[in-house]
């Protein structure tokens, strides 16, 4: 039987989400990848149970994690049964509905009906009462905005959930949603949205400046550029990488010479300052204040541990961030 570890909150640094109550840690676990129907299940757990001794408190799904889509709530909903369930309150789990999840008209973007049949699926296959945080995980610019935000208002006056949030959004739209969410009294607190050193959207779509100026968190998905942003790919494309197993988000073409001549350059950097590139780019991200989590994937434990040590030394040089910007510029 699993017993976490004493010390675990020692370990890691949580971070108020927004201007709201809750905490985050400021490394969580996102199980996008390597948690579907074909993956090993005791590597699951074996990752899940590694990163809550490392104090990371928050998981976060989505519907259509696999594959086959549900596979990952399904397999978290299993470690959770087996082993997490004495911790449920001093554990964060999140998910979300608004990509394809199944066939017909009724199972994908934004409606009522979809978010409202996603979130009840979700709590089956994870076996629980509600979820800590529920996310629409993207714009729908055919269905309006009101009707979306007030099927998440009624997933927390359901009890389904206790916050929501928001995923893939601009500022702008952002803003939109909160307005709307402030009208009814929902607690939205957090946009989850893509940031690395090689993707600068939320800098320029206005959410990383709107954002904290909203008093809403941020936690940020592929912060290591799916794999590219780690040693993984210094000397070539390893066979069981995510490239080298055919990978739906990243393809042999996006490891070219220039990419490669800035991974290398920002591995020295990282190398300068004792840390993994791993680390450099996870820390890049949390340098900022707007910024509240950063959400890992991995595909073995000894990842969540290289990770987790981004949290030591999360202060830059000026003359490093310029160094970071001018290599990482198109």
Same mark, same amino acid.
């Given at each position: 039987?699993?017993?976490?570890?004493?010390?675990?909150?020692? $370990?890691? =640094?949580? =971070?108020?989400?927004?201007?709201?109550?809750?905490? /985050?840690?400021?490394?969580?676990?996102?199980?996008? @990848?390597?948690?579907?129907?074909?993956? &090993?299940?005791?590597?699951?757990?074996?990752?899940?149970?590694?990163?809550?001794?490392?104090g990371i408190t928050h998981f976060d799904l989505a519907n259509n994690y696999g594959p086959l889509p549900g596979s990952a709530e399904a397999n978290f909903g299993k470690i959770l049964s087996?082993?997490?369930?004495?911790?449920?309150?001093?554990?964060?789990?999140?998910? $979300?509905?608004?990509?394809?999840?199944?066939?017909?008209?009724?199972?994908?973007?934004?409606?009522?009906?979809?978010?409202?049949?996603?979130i009840d699926q979700s709590l089956k296959r994870l076996g629980?009462?509600?979820?800590?945080?529920?996310?629409? @995980?993207?714009?729908?610019? &055919?269905?309006?905005?009101?009707e979306t935000m007030g099927a998440l208002d009624q997933i927390v006056k359901s009890g389904k959930a206790l916050y929501v949030g928001i995923s893939?959004?601009?500022?702008?739209?952002? /803003? $939109?949603?909160?307005?709307?969410?402030?009208?009814?009294?929902?607690?939205?607190?957090? %946009?989850q949205n893509c940031y690395n050193m090689f993707?600068?959207?939320?800098?320029?779509?206005?959410? $990383?400046?709107?954002?904290?100026?909203? #008093?809403? #968190?941020?936690?940020?998905?592929?912060?290591?550029?799916?794999?590219?942003?780690? %040693?993984?790919?210094?000397?070539?494309?390893p066979t069981d990488s995510r490239i080298g197993k055919g990978g739906l988000f990243l393809h042999e073409s996006d490891v070219n010479e220039k990419r490669l001549s800035q991974i290398t350059a920002l591995n020295e950097i990282a190398t300068k300052r004792g840390q993994t590139l791993a680390q450099l780019a996870l820390s890049w991200i949390l340098k900022d204040d707007d910024i509240t989590s950063v959400l890992i994937g991995a595909s073995r434990p000894?990842?969540?541990?290289?990770?987790?040590?981004?949290i030591e030394n999360t202060t830059f040089t000026e003359d490093e961030l310029k160094q970071i910007d001018l290599i990482t510029k198109d």
């Open positions: 039987m699993y017993v976490a570890k004493d010390d675990r909150y020692e $370990k890691m =640094k949580y =971070k108020r989400c927004g201007n709201t109550g809750l905490f /985050l840690p400021l490394v969580s676990f996102g199980l996008w @990848h390597n948690f579907g129907t074909n993956d &090993d299940f005791d590597n699951m757990k074996t990752m899940c149970l590694t990163a809550f001794d490392e087996s082993e997490l369930m004495p911790y449920r309150d001093e554990m964060i789990i999140s998910t $979300k509905a608004g990509y394809d999840m199944w066939p017909g008209p009724y199972g994908d973007f934004g409606s009522r009906k979809y978010l409202i049949a996603s629980l009462d509600y979820v800590d945080i529920f996310y629409h @995980h993207r714009p729908d610019t &055919d269905t309006p905005l009101e893939n959004y601009d500022g702008e739209t952002m /803003l $939109k949603a909160a307005e709307i969410l402030k009208s009814m009294n929902t607690p939205f607190i957090i %946009n993707n600068r959207t939320i800098e320029n779509n206005g959410l $990383k400046d709107l954002a904290p100026k909203s #008093g809403k #968190g941020i936690i940020t998905f592929s912060p290591l550029a799916q794999g590219l942003l780690t %040693n993984r790919y210094l000397n070539g494309i000894s990842q969540i541990l290289d990770c987790v040590k981004c």
